[in-house]
Each structure stands twice: as C-alpha cells, then as structure tokens.
C-alpha cells in the first residue's frame, strides 16, 4: 500500500463510528485474501496448501464461522452441525479453537462460541455445534453426522486414511456437505489423491503472502535462511515436493550436499546441453556452472537454464554466464551438431573456449559417477537451485517422470564430469562420454 493510500485508509477508519468500525473489523471478506476465501463452483472439497505461517488456521476459522453463523459468501443458513479434526485433541484445543488465530478469536464478543472442554464441542449462540475429534482416535468418528467439518494439518494425521474415510461417511446432512482440509504439504498418499482428485478446489499460500501479519524478525531469520531450499519450498511456500524411489538423487541427498559460500575456485566451467530440436521432450537448453575448489570438491554456481530452444536465446545466455562467473570455459554437448554449437557460441563471443564433449552413453550411465560423487560428499551447491534439485529428484531409469528432456540434469552432468572426472584442460577438443 502506497502512503498517500494508506493515508486515506487511516483515515476513512477513524471517521467511522465505534460500532460501524467493530462491524468493519469483523467482516473477514474485506481482509482475506483471495486463496483464504471459499473458492467459487460446487466443491464438496476445500483444500489449502501454505506455508508456516501463511494464514490457513484464520482461514479455516473464519470458514466455520460463516458457515455456523449463516453469513455471506459462506452459507445461505446457519450450519447447525459441524466437526473440528486435527492431528491430536491437544492440537484441536491449542490451535483450532484457542489459538490465535483459532475459532474464539475470530469471532466479535457477542458471537462468540461457548467451548465445552469435557464434551470437546463449540456451541454458539444461535445453536449451532462443532464437535472436535483427533486424528489419532478415527473410530471417535464412526456415528455422529454432519454437514459440514473443518481439518486441520492432514499431511501430519498418524491415521490419514481411516480417519478422512470415517469422516467421510458422516457428512451426510443438509443439501450440500462441505469439507475444508488445510495444511502444510507432505508427499503422503492421502494428500496426493485429493490434489489429483478433479472434483476438489484447491488454494494455495505462501508464508511471504502473509508478511504483513508476521514479526519482521521471522522474516528476515527464517524465511531468509531456508527460502528455496526442501524445508523452506515445503514449509514456507506450501509446495508438495516428490520424489521418486528409484531416482539417482534424493532430496535428503542434496540438503546434505547445500553450502552457503564456495571456497577459492581453482577452475570454473560453464556446461550446456543443447536442445535436440523444437519438439515437446526438447523445448529447454540445460546450462549449469560449477567450480573446483581448492578442497578437491565441485561446486554448482549457478542454473540459467533457458526455456526455449532457439540457439541465439540459449548461446547469448551461455556467454552472459561465462562471462558473469569469469569462468575458464564453456563445455557444450555436441551430439546435435558440434559445428552449429561452436558457430553459435563464436557469433556471441567468438573468444569464448569451447570444450567439446560427445554423449556415447545413456543419460542414467552418464548420471551415476556423478551422483556417487555426491554421496561421497564431494559436490556441493552453493544455495538453492529449485527447479534442477526437481530434476534430480525425479531422475529414475527411464528419464523424467513427466517424459521430458533432463535438460539441467544433463548440464550439470557435464559441468562435474569435466571438473572431476574427466581432462580439465584449456583447448577446444572433444571428451566423450
């Protein structure tokens, strides 16, 4: 918000009357945003994926109380009965209803709920009920019925399934039961069916889209240290991260591998896999730099990758890189054509030195002496490369899972084959592979 809008913000609400201001401050559409509002169409399904942090409880809370108190935009009638599941009864009480964000602080104080702890329900003033449950006790939910239930942090439920499938068969009243899941995303089995389930509305947040609610201070320490890295794209930015079980890299892998600063580099190279042509598996050029450190280990600098297969996009980008890191030379792969790789190169910079190198195994044959490397702890990265860390993740035997070109991977192969594997001098010349 600029001042001068600020300005006039502040004062539009001091012209307001106590009561008008109070009526303001209560009304959660004027200051949701968009993905903490009930999306549009007949889902029988709301799930919102954030981050720490990132408003889901307000938004869940918020939710319930439209629908318990009939309001607009929520319900055309007050829900009467409504079910409250987190992970324990101690996270239903904590988070849920007395948190801060929780059901009792949503509410102005003449519409606020009673909580019955023996009884572990909400009851409002106009009779309207929720009744909480734990994730751990799914036979708790075995007879009540509803129409409505708010649950909470799905992806850490220790009894998923049982407990959403329990769930499930008593939302049975009213014309239109409605559920809403929130959570911070885990690659469990329940969370990957609902998101391929076309029928469910899915909202997404990250922590940052919440900045102005959170201490400057969290900002600055958490969300600066772990941004991009697997606990901050997954905690932080509410990404469902993946991995497959026959992939040369896991995550875990390559969080062990992530370093903050390189040491003095002896030697900088600047590797590019260049696209095989225009089709759909070869619509991005891999270019991936790494250096040797005086330690002995590689260490991956940077991933410009180019999504676009036209050669004055990709060479320009490879020269800028070269150029940006003062690297030693740019490897390139010249399967494709080694006279059109050199020529395009020459046509930016035609000082650049070119390595040549020629593909004569499969990718995954390629791939592995480089992943034993960092098993052995002998690559690092320098901070976080999301989109090539995916790429890893996801290299099995058959390539990709999604059936595309490994465009980074392959990059990155040859970057540290070069460095660690394979001839490190100066002259333009092939090394096959």
Excluded at 55 to 65: C, H, L, N, P, Q
Excluded at 244 to 267: C, M, Q, S
Excluded at 325 to 344: C, K, S, W
Aim: with cysteine; charged share 25%.
């Amino acid at each position: 918000m600029s001042g001068c809008d600020a300005s006039a913000a502040s004062e539009f609400l001091s012209a307001l009357s106590p009561a008008d201001g109070a009526k303001l401050h209560g009304d959660w559409a004027v200051w949701a945003r968009d993905d903490q509002l009930p999306p549009q169409g007949l889902w029988t399904t709301w799930l919102m994926l954030g981050g720490r942090g990132a408003g889901k409880t307000r938004a869940g809370a918020e939710w319930v109380r439209g629908l318990a108190l009939g309001l607009d935009g929520f319900s055309a009638r007050p829900v009467g009965r409504i079910a409250l599941v987190a992970e324990t009864y101690a996270d239903l009480r904590e988070v849920m209803i007395d948190g801060v964000s929780g059901l009792i602080a949503v509410h102005p104080r003449g519409e606020r709920p009673v909580y019955e702890p023996s009884r572990k329900r909400l009851v409002w003033p106009n009779g309207a009920v929720a009744q909480g449950f734990s994730a751990e006790d799914p036979e708790a939910l075995r007879g009540p019925q509803f129409e409505a239930a708010w649950c909470d942090e799905i992806a850490k439920w220790r009894r998923p399934q049982e407990t959403w499938d329990m769930l499930q068969f008593g939302l049975r009243l009213g014309a239109r039961p409605r559920q809403m899941a929130t959570t911070t995303p885990r690659a469990t089995p329940l969370l990957k069916r609902l998101l391929a389930d076309p029928s469910v509305a899915v909202t997404r947040a990250a922590t940052r889209d919440n900045a102005a609610n959170l201490a400057p201070s969290f900002l600055e320490a958490v969300v600066g240290t772990y941004a991009g890295t697997r606990l901050g794209r997954q905690e932080l930015d509410g990404e469902l991260l993946e991995e497959r079980e026959d992939a040369l890299w896991t995550r875990e892998a390559i969080e062990r591998a992530r370093v903050d600063a390189a040491p003095d580099l002896a030697r900088i190279v600047v590797a590019v896999d260049p696209p095989a042509g225009g089709g759909r598996r070869s619509d991005a050029c891999g270019l991936v730099a790494a250096g040797l450190g005086v330690d002995g280990r590689a260490y991956v600098l940077a991933d410009d990758t180019v999504p676009a297969p036209r050669p004055e996009l990709w060479s320009a980008r490879a020269v800028a890189l070269w150029r940006r890191l003062q690297a030693d030379a740019l490897v390139a792969e010249v399967n494709q054509g080694g006279d059109m790789v050199r020529a395009v190169i020459a046509q930016v910079d035609d000082g650049v030195p070119v390595v040549a190198v020629r593909a004569t195994r499969g990718k995954w044959l390629r791939a592995e002496p480089v992943a034993a490397l960092y098993a052995q702890g002998k690559v690092r990265h320098v901070g976080a490369y999301p989109a090539l860390e995916d790429e890893m993740a996801a290299f099995g035997l058959d390539g990709l899972a999604n059936g595309r070109s490994p465009d980074r991977v392959d990059a990155l192969v040859w970057a540290v084959t070069h460095l660690m594997l394979g001839a490190k001098g100066r002259g333009p010349r092939v090394l096959s592979l």
